[in-house]
């Protein structure tokens, strides 16, 4: 029997989604993202210094940090306080990566940008809208360098997306929510840049294997969704085409 979405959903199609830039005041780029009923707050802050290990090297960083509300959940989850669980590392490393392979850090300068995404709600596919709200937060965030004239011109080198895809009654389903992600039996995160090339992909089987031809068509779905969610950043931006 083919799997039915319970919101009705083609299996290609994206939830919906929208983003609200500098939804908060202090942060130098800040964007509230919502894909369905998840929704991450992402903003950036920037310091003028480095890790020890760029010291003098003229390069700057990216560094992210991910937490998810105790209410994001339909169970209240504890704060992580003193030590972070092996999932929050785990997806603020996976964001970290993903937007460097959008910056030149030599233009960047001895910078270092700081993204935090906060889940406030969760609906699955937390980390994929961190990553995909982050950028647009990063290029608000670039854009205020440049009208303080902090920066001569802009580091953004490409564009970033990510999206989740599933294999459900063996069949690929795009951007999952709770309820297809707990049924999956294959679950993807992909990451692309604005040229549809890999920047991640982290895939697992939770049931039994799956096939070189599934794997095909799981990332054929996905290159669709992110299609789609590139063209979604880009309507974001205000000022897109002095930023890359």
């Known amino acids: 029997m083919a799997w039915q979405r319970p919101d009705g959903r083609n299996s290609y199609e994206l939830r ?8 908060t005041r202090f942060a130098s780029g800040s964007v509230l ?5 998840t929704q991450v707050l992402c903003t950036v802050t920037v310091s003028d210094s480095v890790p020890k290990f760029l010291n003098g090297t003229g390069k700057g960083w990216l560094t992210a940090e991910y937490r998810m509300l105790p209410s994001a959940t339909q169970q209240r989850q504890e704060r992580e306080l003193l030590k972070l ?3 929050t590392q785990e997806i603020q490393r996976l964001i970290g990566r993903s937007l460097r392979a959008a910056l030149d850090f030599d233009v960047l300068g001895e910078r270092t940008l700081i993204i935090d995404a906060d889940v406030l709600q969760a609906d699955a596919g937390t980390r994929t809208t961190a990553i995909t709200g982050s950028f647009v937060a990063l290029a608000y965030a670039i854009s205020q360098l440049l009208q303080q004239g902090v920066l001569e011109r802009s580091p953004l080198c490409g564009q970033v997306a990510a999206v989740s ?9 795009l951007d999952l929510n709770y309820i297809e992600d707990v049924a999956a039996t294959v679950d993807f995160n992909v990451v692309m840049n604005q040229n549809l090339e890999i920047i991640e992909v982290q895939g697992t089987a939770e049931e039994g294997s799956f096939n070189r031809q ?3 068509k799981l990332l054929d779905v996905a290159e669709q969704g ?3 969610l590139l063209i979604a950043q880009r309507d974001a931006i205000t000022n897109w085409n ?3």
């Open 214 to 216: 599934q794997l095909n």
């Open 165 to 173: 895809v599933g294999l459900l009654a063996g069949e690929a389903f």
């Open 226 to 228: 992110i299609q789609q």
């Open 85 to 87: 669980s092996g999932r």
């Open 33 to 37: 993202a919502k894909s369905g009923d």
């Open 242 to 244: 002095t930023l890359i």
């Open 16 to 23: 919906p989604l929208s983003f609200y830039p500098n939804f």
